[in-house]
């Protein structure tokens, strides 16, 4: 495998109650990309979440209607994401979107009934040697520099003081200093460090699957936290990605 083309990765953090119309405005966002002739765009919904008022949003088991994060992906070259982009924000009353750099490796795209054929990544602009793509991305609103934190552990893993869920108290201690946004996202299966396969199971009750919990904001904010998830944290893997952001907040009465 080679580098083919360098794109952006665009990603918006919002609520799944946030409307457009009659539609779940994460679905509106998914079909206007899929109408624009972006790539892709993918879906992830979170269960635990953090909004920019302090608010924490989380899933319940047996409730039939409930408030979670959602993050919609699109990878793309910038002037297709700045294109989306420009549909999209007039839409937004509350979320965060971040921009960051995207290497493509490989891209296979295929007609029903034919298998997978190899094609180059579109790049639709020429960056500045050295810089990221993102900073191509021309938008309504003018993105500060920030920091995207994502922190690896376990469904299981508890904080040793209060007991509760260890993504819990990361997102608890990130409402206490004022962050702007967290996500907690559970996949259905994964292994880490020790390689013991986790993964979902029909008939368990209760599963150790992975976690990585996000976090939006200035890199100072964020790196003024890092303390925090290293007294937390006594096993997972933390990661640091430079992205450009955006930030939405409903207006107050």
Not at 40 to 54: F, N, W
Not at 209 to 220: G, K, W
Request: include cysteine.
């Amino acid at each position: 495998m080679k580098l083919e083309a360098e794109q952006v990765l665009c990603r918006i953090h919002l609520s799944n109650l946030a409307r457009h119309g009659d539609e779940p405005l994460y679905e509106w966002i998914v079909e206007t990309a899929r109408r624009e002739d972006l790539q892709g765009a993918t879906v992830l919904k979170g269960i635990l979440g953090l909004r920019g008022d302090g608010t924490v949003l989380r899933e319940e088991a047996w409730s039939v209607t409930q408030e979670v994060p959602v993050v919609v992906e699109v990878v793309d070259g910038p002037r297709h994401v700045e294109k989306l982009l420009a549909r999209v924000e007039p839409a937004l009353r509350e979320a965060i979107v971040t921009l960051e750099r995207a290497h493509v490796v490989l891209y296979r795209a295929g007609e029903p009934g034919s298998g997978p054929k190899d094609v180059t990544p579109r790049c639709d602009v020429v960056a500045t040697q050295g810089a990221s793509a993102a900073l191509e991305v021309k938008t309504m609103k003018i993105p500060e520099e920030g920091v995207l934190l994502r922190v690896f552990i376990g469904e299981s893993d508890r904080d040793r003081e209060s007991g509760r869920p260890l993504y819990e108290a990361i997102v608890l201690r990130a409402r206490e200093a004022r962050l702007a946004g967290a996500t907690v996202l559970r996949g259905p299966m994964g292994f880490g460090k020790h390689a013991r396969m986790h993964a979902a199971r029909l008939l368990e009750l209760s599963t150790d699957l992975p976690v990585v919990v996000e976090i939006v904001d200035a890199e100072e904010k964020v790196r003024a936290f890092l303390p925090v998830v290293d007294e937390l944290v006594t096993e997972g893997l933390v990661t640091l990605e430079a992205v450009r952001v955006l930030k939405y907040a409903a207006a107050v009465p």
